[in-house]
């Protein structure tokens, strides 16, 4: 770090912020992409149950991802091998953090921008549903809408309520209704209003990215699927009342991003067909552990898998000069990433970021960018041996003068 009047520049949060968003939504697609080709494997093998369970994996990954990162040479790191999260650290070198707001800073502005958004648009969504049902009316612990197309839901994430049409009482039959409601209460027991939430969370956030899309409305229908088939097993003798009550569902023309809606998008005839299928319990059981040996593995993996080399680290003698004022501050970096340092004060204050990049046969190429009064002078590159100076000047049109003198020397590990 620089010493006297030489202080070190902290990077800016928003281009900080880069790499860990490269580095969760590669881990995300990836993560979606393997429940997209395993959740009718396991559908089939181990019931829709566990194929609602693998999305947890999702989330999960992203999260291992953006977890501080095994030190190097930790025996739970890899290294060495080709992963899709190479692709982050080369958008990372495309697009480097530097002081300034840079491209970096511009990508980050652009990607919240986009999930405020998004998250403004699900929110009107929710409040449109929620309008359509009018108002409710409770009795015998659910909610009666005022509209014969609303319902049968589960609406609130804290509290959940069940909410039905107006005509739920003369529509459905006494044994249909009770089907209805243990469906929803199953939705409700197994919390999946905050599945749903955390779903279109990952969707705002991810609102640049069509595999989150198609992940989220998957997995919405995965959980249907799962609680058809955890209220049949309660319930094996009325399959038929059923499948019945789903005909006699209408498909709502308003979608709701966190309730659990009983006549969801997901195609009835398929739903009504899975009525039939009945998963053993050992068989359920081992699908559990294998999803969750699946998600641990794989969530490893995501965090193992993050490339912490930082390159050999290098000595910067640096003999400063700034119109006449002299000091003698170091700098200490590694390969590829940016050092930074001030000197001056107000409107003659002068900054400098260098960053080093080896270039073969014990020379090192500097790049900087020198600002001066908080508007970028200069962008000069130089290409030096190790240990030998090299000097870059610079004056500006009111004759402020800098001279910085670079000696670089590389350093024991």
């Not at 804290?158 to 039959?173: Q, S």
């Amino acid at each position: 770090m620089p010493t006297n009047d030489i202080a070190a520049l902290p990077t800016t949060l928003l281009p900080s912020l880069l790499p860990a968003l490269l580095r969760a939504s590669v881990t995300l697609s990836v993560a979606a992409i393997a429940v997209f080709a395993l959740r009718l494997p396991l559908r089939r093998c181990f019931g829709p149950g566990v194929a609602y369970a693998a999305w947890l994996a999702v989330p999960l990954c992203a999260l291992a991802a953006l977890m501080p990162a095994a030190p190097e040479g930790s025996v739970l790191a890899l290294r060495g091998a080709p992963t899709a999260l190479s692709f982050a650290a080369t958008m990372r070198e495309l697009a480097p953090v530097s002081p300034s707001m840079g491209v970096s800073g511009y990508i980050v502005m652009a990607w919240l921008t986009g999930a405020l958004g998004a998250a403004a648009l699900q929110i009107v969504r929710q409040r449109t549903y929620r309008r359509s049902l009018g108002k409710l009316t409770r009795r015998d612990g659910i909610a009666y809408t005022e509209s014969l197309h609303a319902g049968p839901a589960l609406v609130g994430l804290w509290r959940p309520i069940v909410v039905v049409p107006a005509d739920f009482d003369g529509r459905y039959t006494p044994g249909e209704r009770a089907l209805i409601l243990a469906h929803e209460r199953t939705h409700a027991s197994r919390r999946d209003p905050l599945a749903n939430a955390a779903g279109a969370a990952l969707r705002c956030l991810n609102w640049f990215n069509p595999l989150i899309h198609i992940a989220e409305r998957l997995m919405r229908a995965d959980q249907e699927l799962a609680c058809d088939a955890s209220v049949m097993r309660r319930h094996p003798n009325a399959r038929r009342s059923y499948a019945n009550a789903m005909l006699k569902t209408q498909l709502s023309a308003i979608a709701a991003p966190l309730a659990c809606q009983w006549q969801s998008t997901h195609p009835l005839k398929e739903r009504i067909m899975s009525l039939n299928r009945t998963t053993p319990y050992a068989l359920r059981m081992t699908g559990r552990l294998l999803i969750a040996a699946a998600m641990a593995t794989g969530s490893w993996a995501a965090w193992a898998a993050q490339d912490t080399s930082k390159g050999e680290l290098y000595d910067v003698a640096v003999k400063l000069n700034v119109d006449g004022a002299k000091s003698t501050p170091h700098l200490h970096t590694h390969g590829g990433e940016p050092a930074s340092f001030r000197s001056g004060q107000g409107a003659q204050q002068w900054r400098a970021q260098l960053t080093l990049k080896p270039a073969g046969d014990g020379k090192m190429f500097i790049s900087a960018i020198v600002t001066h009064a908080g508007k970028p002078v200069s962008k000069p590159g130089l290409l030096v041996a190790l240990g030998e100076p090299a000097t870059i000047k610079i004056d500006t049109e009111d004759k402020s003068h800098m001279e910085m003198e670079l000696t670089v020397t590389q350093l024991p590990k």
